[in-house]
């Protein structure tokens, strides 16, 4: 069974840094769209960042800068380094996964394909 599984969530104090990381069982992957979105209470969920097979990358305005996104294939695991964090990052953060394509297309996570990890939870406070 394919699944994917967050974890490196916690709690700390605004300016503090994080590592979550996403690490895929059950399938080997050589070919993707990753990335992480986040869902704070009574707010939709959004995209925050995403890496395709070449290392390409995107990352939201609200955390350029700060996050980084990267994925080590030989250990099928997807990371989000997050760094000088804020209140308003407080969130429960998802990774999600596209392997069929190579690229990430437009609303790629839309499709009924993608794996969604559980979620882990990160709050920051002031």
């Known amino acids: 069974q394919v699944q994917l599984v967050e974890s490196g969530g916690g709690s700390v104090q605004s300016g503090g840094s994080l590592r979550l990381s996403c690490t895929a069982s059950?399938?080997?992957?050589?070919?993707?769209?990753m990335g992480w979105f986040r869902q704070a209470p009574g707010k939709e969920r959004e995209e925050v960042a995403r890496?395709?097979?070449?290392?390409?990358?995107w990352h939201a305005d609200s955390v350029k800068g700060r996050f980084t996104i990267s994925s080590d294939n030989a250990k099928n695991t997807l990371y989000l380094q997050m760094n000088s964090l804020l209140p308003e990052d407080t969130a429960m953060y998802y990774c999600?996964?596209?392997?069929?394509?190579?690229?990430?297309?437009?609303?790629?996570?839309?499709?009924?394909?993608?794996?969604w990890g559980q979620g882990t939870q990160v709050t920051v406070s002031s």
């Open positions: 999600a996964a596209d392997w069929r394509s190579m690229y990430c297309s437009r609303s790629w996570w839309k499709y009924d394909h993608i794996y």
């Open positions: 890496i395709n097979t070449w290392g390409s990358t």
């Open positions: 059950g399938y080997t992957y050589n070919k993707y769209c």
